[in-house]
């Protein structure tokens, strides 16, 4: 059974330009090529890698991607104590023609990173898809894009996420120079400066002491930064008003997961995906913030015959109950249903019961989407996200569940979206 502590389903939301894409690409290319600095580099893999550029084209516009995050045990570096991370990148549609399809992303994911454009801040799309994630109560963390563009001003988007989405948006870098000139940030945890090479894509970095002209600054931010999570942590709290000083990177990074998994803070971190930069430190922020599948509720849904309220835990040992988010054509596999699996363990060629059919439907295959292939696997567990192949009926929005169990997860009855014939 996987430890579901070191999975992530997340989705990454922005404004159509923000550079989602890049982002998504960076990510894909970070996981699935070199690790990190210090991780033995599979020559074979970076070929493998290049020749199916193509297919890595077709798994970013995939409904979800699957990958892994070697999350690092000390200043970035790999080792063998590092923890993998799993991750399902959940693709939340950027357009707001696709605001049904944002809805029923926002139903299967735990939590968000929010993208925005240093320049262009929060746009019209960023408040559709931040309200739908309020709706669904999901945590989020802020990654301020394209710090290296003319007219970038991190501190100007924090503002605006305050002001126009109303959220309790905290810095937790304040970034190192501007625009052409932006090459790192101040780390305001650690109270560092961090510094990155962009020529081995950011997978390394130099730790400097916070330049002398940004210190004021710096500590002003973490201050208020230390105000916004105190109250999730008592000792925090004590040492706060005794010794801010005192109050250790491991204190400060649990306080901030639990104020952003209870909605209190969103977290604002900044790079440049296309320039490398940042990206990868964003990833650990979701390993650090966001919430597994065992952080959040119980999933709740109703007895279809009964209309009693039931519940199912993230746990493989419960009845299987998995809901239909997402069916698309793969030029490889054919159609895919993409589920989230909320509770229960599936064998792949076993069968589950669709419940607004009342039919029972064979999953013959279930494959895992990853960045340059499509793996299949023999079966998926709670907490999980993966794509059933071969079936005969399944909508989005339909439930899978073990027969002898039944469980309507969404009553919610949402349309495919029109097609217009000309
Ligand atoms: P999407 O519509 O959100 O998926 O945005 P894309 O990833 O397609 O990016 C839109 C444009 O912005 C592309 O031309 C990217 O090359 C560019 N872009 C993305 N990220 C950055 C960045 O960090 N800095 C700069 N200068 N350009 C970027």
């Known amino acids: 059974m996987a430890d579901l502590r070191f999975q992530r389903n997340f989705g990454i939301a922005a404004h159509i330009d923000a550079g989602k894409t890049t982002t998504t690409e960076r990510i894909l290319r970070y996981t699935g090529m070199i690790h990190r600095i210090g991780e033995v580099h599979d020559g074979a893999a970076t070929t493998d890698w ?3 550029e193509k297919e890595r084209g077709i798994t970013i516009t995939s409904a979800a ?8 045990t000390d200043k970035g ?6 923890k993998k991370y799993s991750f399902n990148i959940i693709d939340t549609p950027g357009h707001v023609d696709f605001t049904v399809e944002v809805e029923r992303s926002m139903r299967v994911l735990d939590g968000l990173i929010a993208l925005f454009s240093a320049v262009d801040g929060v746009e019209p799309q960023s408040e559709t898809v931040w309200r739908q994630a309020n709706r669904y109560k999901v945590p989020r963390i802020g990654f301020v894009n394209k710090m290296d563009r003319s007219g970038a001003d991190f501190l100007n988007v924090v503002k605006q996420v305050k002001e126009m989405l109303g959220a309790k948006a905290v810095p937790l870098q304040l970034p190192i120079g501007a625009e052409d000139n932006f090459k790192g940030v101040v780390d305001l945890i650690k109270m560092k400066g961090i510094i990155w090479h962009a020529e081995t894509e950011g997978m390394t970095f130099d730790e400097i002491d916070v330049p002398a002209d940004m210190l004021a600054e710096a500590e002003e931010w973490r201050a208020s930064l230390v105000e916004a999570v105190a109250e999730y942590d008592d000792m925090l709290m004590e040492k706060f008003f005794e010794d801010p000083n005192s109050i250790t990177e491991a204190e400060m990074h649990e306080a ?3 104020a952003t998994i209870d909605l209190s803070i969103v977290p604002m971190m900044c790079g440049s995906s296309f320039k490398n930069k ?3 430190t964003a990833l650990d922020a979701v390993c650090r913030y966001l919430p597994s599948p065992v952080d959040i509720d119980a999933i709740e849904g109703t007895h279809p015959d009964t209309g009693e309220t039931i519940t199912r835990k993230p746990d493989a040992k419960e009845p299987f109950a998995a809901l239909a988010f997402k069916i698309m054509t793969d030029p490889f596999v054919g159609r895919l249903a993409f589920f989230r699996a909320y509770s229960g363990h599936l064998d792949a060629g076993s069968y589950v019961l669709n419940v607004r ?13 990853f960045a340059n292939k499509q793996n299949p696997i023999d079966f998926i567990e709670a907490g ?26 969404e009553n919610m ?10």
Do not use: Y
């Open 50 to 52: 290049m020749e199916q």
């Open 65 to 72: 991607v699957s990958c892994q995050w070697n999350f690092p």
């Open 77 to 82: 570096t790999v080792t063998p104590e590092s």
């Open 256 to 258: 901030i997961r639990k």
């Open 278 to 280: 940042g990206v990868q």
């Open 357 to 369: 059919s009342g039919k029972k439907e064979r999953i013959s295959r279930i494959m895992k989407m």
């Open 384 to 409: 999980d996200i993966g794509a059933a192949v071969g079936f005969k009926e399944i909508k989005t929005g339909d439930t899978l569940c073990d027969e002898n169990h039944p469980i309507t997860l």
């Open 413 to 422: 009855f949402i349309p495919e979206p029109v097609i217009a014939v000309a």
